[in-house]
């Protein structure tokens, strides 16, 4: 038996070792042993390590999709001078946050999201804003607001540069080319165009050196239009496993500090919605029926965390 995080608390990423029971009945068609140990390997991939601790970090901060290590923020271990934020709605409170709380600028790029929907795309928000505060003193995103310069980019992310369907996509090489160590933070949720992306940075590690947090939403199983053609006619057993291996490889440099697995787990109702009509199998999930085959999870530099700052490679 587990037990939720700080009882559960609603709708947020949560460091720790996730809480994930089994299904009390089976509920899909058909079991296929390769997708429940891929399903493993995923989970173990994204299960902070002990020596992420709330006094190693200095205290998390925990908002939505976030599990921010403090000391990735507070000055103690060097400072971030960058955010660089993938994938845009209409708005993007990743990126409101990183102004507000740290006064850092921002780039935000997307490619998809139409301008008459999104007000920080089409730069109609002003910049080095004073925005409000709640009775804690944090940011309280009752509007749109930036508390330093931000910069939207009509262009979208991908693992090279190519304009596809009128649709420009660029590469985080471009993107961090001239920046100094540990001097980014990096926001990625692309709906499956990040594996070409993830795969280059831990090849580059002179360029993921760069990188000081990593928050994205994964999607496994999922591909791109702009994917890099050697990885379109894979199967879906050697996709997922491409996937999961890149997951794993991020462990070398990057400690997890969270995810959202727990809290989808809390929210996931079987019963609701494969009690009736048994469910399809999901492209990869646990021994207990859950599937992970698409949530938040958050990252830092392990220097960070050692006491080592923006240590040597």
């Not at 409000?132 to 003193?137: D, E, G, H, P």
């Not at 990625?188 to 090849?203: A, R, Y």
């Amino acid at each position: 038996p587990c037990e939720y995080y700080d009882g559960g608390r609603p709708q947020s990423s949560r460091p720790g070792k996730p809480c994930l029971p089994p299904a009390t009945f089976w509920p899909y068609s058909g079991i296929t042993e390769w997708k429940i140990q891929l399903g493993k390997r995923i989970v173990a991939a994204v299960t902070p390590p002990d020596v992420v601790s709330e006094e190693s970090c200095g205290g998390f901060y925990l908002f939505g999709d976030q599990t921010w290590c403090n000391k990735a923020f507070d000055g103690s271990a060097g400072w971030g001078t960058l955010g660089l934020s993938y994938g845009i709605e209409e708005r993007d409170i990743w990126s409101e946050l990183v102004t507000q709380k740290f006064h850092i600028p921002v780039r935000m790029f997307d490619c998809f999201i139409p301008l008459d929907r999104s007000p920080a795309m089409a730069g109609t928000v002003p910049n080095n804003s004073k925005c409000t505060k709640n009775n804690a003193q944090e940011p309280s995103l009752d509007k749109i607001c930036f508390s330093a310069p931000y910069e939207p980019v009509r262009e979208c992310l991908a693992g090279q540069e190519v304009k596809l369907e009128g649709r420009k996509f660029g590469t985080l090489e471009q993107a961090l080319r001239g920046k100094a160590r540990q001097s980014v933070h990096l926001k990625i949720d692309v709906e499956g165009s990040e594996w070409d992306v993830l795969q280059w940075l831990t090849e580059n590690p002179e360029e993921w050196a760069k990188v000081r947090t990593l928050d994205m939403e994964i999607h496994f199983g999922f591909g791109s239009l702009a994917e890099d053609p050697r990885y379109k006619g894979l199967s879906e057993k050697a996709k997922l496993e491409r996937q999961v291996k890149i997951m794993e490889d991020l462990s070398e440099l990057f400690y997890c500090t969270g995810s959202t697995l727990e809290v989808y787990r809390q929210g996931w109702n079987p019963q609701d919605n494969c009690g009736v009509n048994v469910c399809g199998e999901p492209p990869v999930y646990l021994p207990g029926g859950f599937a992970v085959t698409m949530f938040a999870v958050s990252f830092v530099w392990k220097g960070i965390v050692d006491g080592e700052g923006a240590r040597e490679m």
